[in-house]
């Protein structure tokens, strides 16, 4: 898979929560977060994704923060990025696949 694609579904996963360029490099384990940021301003120029100064809904810090806008007809499970971020820590690694997120234990 790669980046660009990992980047939009692991921010897509996070909806509605919003993520900071560095915590979605150290997700994905990304060499740098400019590899990350450069990704998501691109995906902020789209309909489908917002780029904005927030807070990261995995790491609390107020920064430049990329959400995946809520897909038109379809459903989402309300809390699913704030349930996940809930579940991790900055220390747990994680595993990136076709099927979604999860943190390695």
């Given at each position: 898979m790669?980046?660009?694609q990992?980047?939009?579904?692991?921010?897509?996963?996070?909806?509605p929560g919003a993520v900071c360029d560095r915590c979605i490099a150290e997700a994905l384990r990304l060499s740098s977060h400019a590899h990350a940021a450069q990704t998501t301003?691109?995906?902020?120029?789209t309909s489908d994704f917002a780029r904005y100064r927030g807070r990261c809904v995995i790491?609390?810090?107020?920064?430049?923060?990329?959400?995946?806008r809520e897909p038109k007809g379809q459903m989402r499970p309300a809390n699913i990025g704030a349930a996940l971020a809930?579940?991790?820590?900055?220390?747990?690694?994680l595993l990136v696949n076709e099927v979604g997120v999860q943190a390695l234990r």
């Open positions: 790669i980046v660009a990992m980047i939009n579904d692991f921010v897509t996963l996070l909806h301003e691109a995906l902020g120029t790491c609390d810090s107020e920064r430049t923060v990329t959400i995946a809930g579940q991790l820590s900055r220390e747990e690694p």
